[in-house]
């Protein structure tokens, strides 16, 4: 049993919450730069590789996912595990490329409101996936050695 709650019977809060996230990462970052000059450039230059690097994780996770993608973290009944492609990398690309990207999006426009945005998202997105892989765990046999052998986020990282 978690001590993580489910937020509905297939984690519909889990994606409110996220979307509410998501949000507060693209608002806090028009709110002007708070840095100039060749800093700025560097951290745009960073941020769009890490914008660009976190689309396609995210992208192909979507992709690799095929007919299990749901917003929801509860999978669908009567799918497979998908472990191949992106996803024998890392276990939640999806949510790893959003990180990325909202990361990058923060040094793209300069703003500290956004990076701190950002990181409460990673921290999110570490909670929304330890709920989803208990329900993973429950409905797949193979779901423990899958965790043991990939990342959990962003591949190459913790």
Known sequence: MSRLP???????????LQGVLLLAVAAAGVQ????????RTVTSVIGIGCIAFGLVLAVRGVRDLG???TPLPHPLPG?????????GLVRHPIYGGLVCAAIGWGLLTASPAALLA???LWGFFELKSRR??????????GYAA????????????G
């Open 79 to 87: 799918t497979d595990l998908v472990v191949t492609g992106v996803y």
């Open 32 to 39: 002007g730069p708070a840095w100039t000059g060749l800093a």
């Open 67 to 69: 007919s299990a993608l």
């Open 6 to 16: 489910a937020l509905g019977p297939r984690g519909e809060g889990w994606v409110v």
């Open 118 to 120: 950002a990181i409460v």
């Open 132 to 141: 989803e892989e208990i329900w993973l765990g429950s409905q797949f046999a």
């Open 146 to 157: 899958y965790k043991a052998r990939t990342r959990r986020l962003i591949p190459w990282i």
